[in-house]
């Protein structure tokens, strides 16, 4: 199924996202993952493209899996160093193995070796690519600015550039304040995105990385999510309670003030999956 259909039927939805084995790891621990949170019935599954250690060869073979375990797949496929036939041949696979959903990124510079042939610079290119192919195409937008981008606005018009190549959706990066949402899409409006917009959460699990993950990505902590991993930062079983309760509230929040569609960046924790799932139970089943 589309993804572009299921945001059009207007309901709360949930939906997850995990990342393939790496090169040479086995694939079983994985689809236990996927199988587990397949359970939770999210609307759909995403799986990342050479993000979180996971190799990018692997991204078809999940989003394959998840197709079988009933739950549409979202292939995440990255461009900047990728050429014109290997994207080619990546969407070949996805489409044999009947993935539907594509969100289409530029990926980050690489960090040592690989090459940048110039096919694609910007993810808008790899939307031009892939428009008009069947495909239902999403990208990557950033209530906190991205970080190459000076300001804002700026970020805006190169999301409006996008959407207008071709996007069906976008789903934003990680953000710790529901206020900085809502004056982000408040922005799209008026600067012109009409496309539906999929709030990202990140339940924290472990607040030493989130710190300095939010100071590379200029994610703003609030005071009240800095005292929480101030106070169980180093205790994993706390700190879990904590980032699950805390999402939850980001997310109760979210579909009150009528943002439906919710994307938790589950990564392959179905644990974490099924305690905010618990959560949403009567909320997701119209209550
Ligand atoms: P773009 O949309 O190309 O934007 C990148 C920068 O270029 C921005 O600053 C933008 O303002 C600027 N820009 C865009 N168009 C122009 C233009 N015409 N002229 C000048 N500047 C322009 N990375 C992975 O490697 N694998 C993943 O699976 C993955 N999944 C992600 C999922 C989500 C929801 C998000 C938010 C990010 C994900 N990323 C992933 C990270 C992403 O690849 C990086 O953030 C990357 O730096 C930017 O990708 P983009 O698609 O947003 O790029």
């Known amino acids: 199924m589309k993804i572009k259909d299921i945001l059009a039927q207007g309901r709360p939805t949930v939906s997850f996202e995990v990342f393939p084995p790496r090169k040479d790891a086995p694939f079983g621990p994985v689809e236990e993952a996927v199988k587990r949170l397949c359970a939770q ?22 989003a394959s899996f998840v197709q079988k375990c009933g739950i549409p797949a979202l292939a995440h496929l990255t461009c900047a160093t990728a050429t014109r036939a290997g994207i080619a041949g990546e969407t070949a696979r996805l489409r044999a193995a009947g993935v539907e959903n594509i969100l289409c990124l530029r990926g ?16 808008s290119d790899l939307v031009r690519e892939l428009a008009g192919k069947g495909f239902c195409l999403g990208g990557a937008c950033y209530p906190e600015c991205h970080p190459d981008c000076p300001h804002l606005e700026e970020d805006i018009a190169h999301l409006r550039e996008k959407a207008d190549a071709g996007l069906d959706f976008a789903t934003t990066q990680m953000f710790f304040d529901n206020n900085i949402f809502y004056r982000y899409i408040s922005r799209l409006r008026d600067g012109g995105v009409a496309i539906p917009v999929i709030a990202g959460i ?51 929040d979210l579909f009150a003030n009528g943002t439906n569609a919710v994307h938790v960046y589950t990564m392959n924790r179905p644990e974490v999956a099924e305690r905010i799932m618990a959560n949403l139970r009567g909320i997701l089943a119209g209550g």
């Open 41 to 62: 019935r999210p609307a759909f599954m995403s799986v990342t493209y050479g993000a979180a250690g996971g190799a990018r060869a692997n991204t078809a073979g999940i």
């Open 108 to 123: 980050d510079p690489p960090a040592g070796g690989e090459a940048v042939c110039g096919d694609f610079i910007h993810a």
């Open 202 to 252: 990140m339940p924290v699990t472990n607040g030493r990385q989130i710190e300095r993950i939010c100071r590379i990505s200029g994610t703003h902590l609030p005071g009240r999510f800095k005292t929480i991993v101030d106070r169980y930062g180093d205790k994993p079983g706390a700190m879990l309670d904590a980032g699950v309760a805390y999402a939850t509230e980001q997310i109760v």
